[in-house]
């Protein structure tokens, strides 16, 4: 769950990711949304668990590719807008060179819970030079929602189960569900998401 920190100034985006993070409080995580800090609690353990197995599975495709792309977590994800006040901090992204290609998000029942939230950051991961493909994967079970970039705008599609395979086109790799979710005590039925 997320809250703002009392502002006593609106930030850019430049100044939020250059500022030490302990300078906020003592949250989790923090992302700054329309120059406002907002502060997460800590995750569950069944979302780290998820995220655990997801930077594993990226690891072990993306090592020594000659695209130069990696896996990252907690790092800064910034829209390409004249104002630059809004900084997105994903779960877990793919970067190649200087810029992020895939968002990953671990969404808890909280978060389902506040669609206008969700929806908000999709928007701002969505308006991040370079990024082509944005994946929600909800804590409760094997499932996923998939967007995509294409010429003609965004795509959605959604993957469900312990063996629907998780195609990453914009890098070239794929995994099932089932490792992504390996550590995590989750029944295997997919919840309506």
Not at 53 to 80: M, Y
Not at 89 to 110: A, L, N, Q, T, Y
Not at 123 to 140: D, K, S, W, Y
Not at 153 to 174: M, Y
């Amino acid at each position: 769950m997320a809250f703002a920190l009392q502002a006593e100034r609106l930030w850019t985006a430049d100044e939020f990711v250059t500022e030490d993070q302990h300078s906020f409080g003592d949250a989790w995580r923090y992302e700054l949304v329309d120059g406002r800090i907002l502060a997460h609690d800590a995750p569950e353990p069944e979302h780290g668990a998820i995220l655990a197995g997801l930077t594993a599975a990226l690891a072990n495709r993306l090592v020594g590719r000659p695209n130069g792309c990696r896996p990252e977590s907690g790092s800064a994800a910034i829209p390409k807008t004249v104002r630059r006040n809004t900084a997105r901090i994903p779960d877990v992204m793919i970067r190649c060179g200087e810029h992020p290609r895939v968002s990953f998000e671990v969404v808890s029942p909280s978060e389902i819970r506040d669609w206008r939230g969700r929806d908000l950051k999709l928007q701002h991961v969505q308006a991040v030079e370079g990024v082509q493909e944005i994946v929600e994967l909800f804590q409760e079970g094997f499932a996923a929602h998939i967007y995509r970039v294409t010429p003609a705008g965004w795509i959605f599609e959604i993957l469900g189960g312990p063996d629907a395979i998780l195609r990453l086109t914009s890098v070239g790799i794929e995994m099932p569900l089932s490792e992504i979710y390996q550590f995590a005590d989750i029944a295997e039925a997919a919840p309506e998401a």
